[in-house]
């Protein structure tokens, strides 16, 4: 049985899984608004996943939320020790990555990105601060990657570089002013050789 993927393509998060099961040549099937569910919002849905949030996962009778969760099963199911490793401090490194994205990063974009690109309201210096906060926290990523290493958590490719490169191709196109931070560019370059990074990460969405 093929698995089932609920959510928009225009959010990062959905993006963020279908990029995984590309990497990992796994069939996912998507299902968008009107296919099954209207809105995150109706009863069958919060039924899924109670928090309202795009994507879940189907996988039988099975059924899994929050995007970083979904991309880790997903690898596990593959039995894939590249994108996800079996060795302890290897397989840490990896979900440290993960973790700092899915919390420290997202937390430091929310206000800029919500006012500049979704159109919520915020006060002026909130989003000066937001911009602030994501830049600082893009350079951090970028003193990580000038310090050697191809990927984010070492030489291979790994889930860490999945999440991360569709958080920094969001701040790459966001109406902003930011520095220039020649790791990270160069780290981009590479990930544009991967499965579907055209498709997924690259495609103009925000």
Known sequence: MTMKLLG???????RKVMWTAAQLDLALAREDWGQGFRSPREADYLALNPNGLVPVLIDGDFVLWESNSICRYLAAKAGDTALLPSAPQARARVEQWMDWQAG???????VAFMALVRGQPAAPEAIEAGIQGWNHHMALLDAHLAQGGAHVAG???????????LSTQRW?????TRPELPALRAWMTRLAARPCFAELVDNGMA
């Open 8 to 14: 928009r393509l225009s959010s990062i998060n959905v």
């Open 104 to 110: 420290e990063l997202n937390n430091s974009w929310r």
């Open 172 to 176: 790459l196109n966001a109406p902003i």
């Open 155 to 165: 030489e291979g490719f790994t889930l860490a570089d999945v999440v991360l490169g």
